[in-house]
């Protein structure tokens, strides 16, 4: 499927799909993956686009900004390029941080996604414009191919997802953010993780947007060593485009996020996908690690997974929303939360390694997730955060209205309960 021709007025706004070592002739036939939105009408300026950013006063973002900005902390972008010169990324990319083997038009992007993720995960909002839950953070840009390239010349000589993942890892980024997906399994793809991982960097990846239209399971979230992230929206519901599967980790705020319309960077529109939810997970870690820069990638993780926003038990992670909505606040507030070991990996046991401290992962013939949901799991989009003062044992059906079920949620202020899980 091709992107819309006027993504203001489309039904649908893009996830571009980045798919790894494809000749262009693969690329084509293959196409984009669509993710599910309603764009924003000409009256949504720039003026007010932080008002749209709904997640924000969810997350108790001012509150978490008294306490870390995520000052210090690099993301690498591997996406179709990061725009360095929109009011937001101002002064916020790290153009010459970028390896000269992976550096070829870096800041160009031709898709507009790469700068959206980049503005969602540590824009200014100068310029009225978006504000990034990391405003702190510094990007490095990395750009890579995808089939929204047409030039032959420029995707010859674009980089692929191997060859940034690499340069990310050799760098001193602290999170790769990869808001991409692609079906096709790659074994040097796969490998590029892993040696990421080996070298103490955190992995955010979307886990596509083919929860309505087959499920079928995406990569890079399905490797060892990648964080699957998947969306839900304002009510704390989880996205019905959201691919779910054992393969989800952790779940952000990523529908009805406002992003660029294309790549004129001239107008915001409302747009959803487990892309936006990504950079918000990458953007959260952020956060922690800048506040406990000694910490780990597995104590940043760990941290994450514990203080998530779920009623079920934490060693059963959901297929819809895995181990729970990130909520980042309530790392940041604890002067005294635990972060557990620093050589043992919080996913040893979805990673397929045999001692829990990276090193041993199963054969990459053979990856250890999979995109199918356990036995009397609901359909994606039901699932629900609850009020204050309900119980939370899970075995009722909570349904909460409006942007107070979201900050219940994800920031924490009361005890939520999420229906869809793996183990009804």
């Known amino acids: 499927m091709k992107p819309e021709s006027n993504r203001r007025w489309a039904p649908n706004a893009r996830l571009t799909k980045l798919n790894a070592r494809r000749v262009s002739a693969v690329c084509s036939a293959l196409g984009v993956l669509v993710v599910g939105s309603v764009a924003v009408g000409p009256e949504a300026a720039a003026s007010d686009i932080q008002s749209k950013q709904w997640y924000l006063k969810a997350m108790g973002a001012e509150e978490m900004w008294k306490y870390s900005t995520g000052k210090g902390v690099k993301v690498a972008v591997i996406d179709s390029g990061v725009n360095p010169n929109t009011s937001s990324l101002k002064g916020q990319v790290l153009v010459n941080d970028v390896p000269k083997s992976v550096a070829y038009h870096a800041t160009q992007d031709y898709d507009g996604h790469g700068t959206d993720m980049a503005e969602l995960i540590a824009g200014t909002g100068a310029g009225d414009g978006i504000k990034g839950l990391a405003p702190g953070a510094k990007i490095v840009p990395y750009r890579i191919y995808t089939d929204t390239l047409k030039d032959p010349k420029e995707k010859e000589r ?7 993942i690499k340069a990310a890892a050799d760098s001193d980024a602290k999170i790769i953010n990869m808001s991409f997906a692609s079906p096709y399994f790659d074994l040097d793809e796969e490998a590029a993780i892993k040696y990421a991982a080996s070298k103490g960097k955190l ?15 995406q990569y890079p979230a399905q ?8 969306s839900i929206d304002e009510s704390g519901t989880v996205a019905k485009y959201a691919t779910h599967g054992n393969y989800v980790d952790l779940a952000a ?36 690690w800048s506040a406990h820069p000694d910490w780990t990638a ?19 992670p959901g297929t819809y929303l895995g181990y729970g909505v990130v909520r980042p606040r309530r790392v940041l507030i604890n002067k005294n939360i635990d972060p557990g070991p620093a050589n043992v990996d919080p996913l040893a046991k979805e990673n397929g390694t045999a001692d829990g401290d990276g090193e041993d992962a199963k054969a990459s013939s053979a990856p250890s997730r999979s995109a199918k949901p356990s036995a009397g799991e609901k359909a994606g989009g039901q699932t629900s955060a609850a009020k204050t003062q309900d119980s939370g044992d899970g075995t009722r059906t909570w349904v909460t209205i409006g942007a107070a079920a979201a900050v219940l949620l994800i920031a924490g202020a009361g005890f939520a309960v999420l229906r869809a899980r793996r183990n009804a």
Not at 203 to 217: H, M, P, R
Not at 311 to 316: E, L
């Open 203 to 217: 992995l955010f990846a979307g886990i596509g947007n083919t929860g309505d239209k087959g499920n079928k399971g």
């Open 298 to 316: 597995n104590q940043v993780l760990r941290a994450l997974i514990d203080t998530a926003g779920r009623s079920w038990p934490k060693d059963k």
């Open 253 to 288: 705020p990523g529908d009805g996020v406002p992003t660029w319309c294309d790549n004129t960077f001239t107008e915001y529109c409302n747009s959803g996908g487990t892309s936006q939810a990504t950079a918000i997970a990458s953007a959260s870690a952020a956060l922690i």
């Open 223 to 230: 490797y060892s060593y990648a964080i699957g992230v998947s």
């Open 158 to 164: 674009t980089p692929d997802s191997i060859a940034a």
